[in-house]
């Protein structure tokens, strides 16, 4: 339920962070993509370490599985927004809101077996 509820809680900043420089600042999507996956994976691990898997010790060793799964997650939005956007046309926000349920997943299934597990 926590990973749940922060997981909305990143996605939502991700996706705000995103919105804001691709709409006010005019970057391409895949760039504003960049910066707010980077947000929203920091928030992210801080909170679920503490909170949801409440696990304290190998900080660093964590913290580079988690931000490694995350790679994988940055991998598979920049595809999801390149193909939604770019190729089909459908719309900046539509392509993000895709790419991070899409990606989301995929990380959960990850931490939970390589980064989190005791």
């Not at 707010?36 to 599985?65: E, I």
Request: glycine share 8%.
């Amino acid at each position: 339920m926590r990973y749940a509820l922060f997981g909305c809680v990143c996605a939502g900043t991700d996706t705000l962070i995103y919105w804001l420089l691709a709409t006010y600042v005019g970057w391409d999507p895949l760039a504003a993509n960049v910066l707010s996956t980077l947000a929203g994976l920091s928030l992210s691990f801080a909170l679920n370490r503490r909170y949801t898997f409440k696990v304290m010790d190998d900080v660093w060793r964590r913290c580079l599985l988690f931000f490694a799964v995350g790679g994988c997650g940055f991998l598979i939005q920049e595809l999801v927004i390149w193909l939604v956007y770019h190729q089909m046309d459908l719309g900046y926000l539509l392509a993000k809101l895709v790419a991070v349920m899409t990606a989301g997943l995929a990380q959960f299934v990850l931490n939970r077996v390589l980064t989190f597990r005791a």
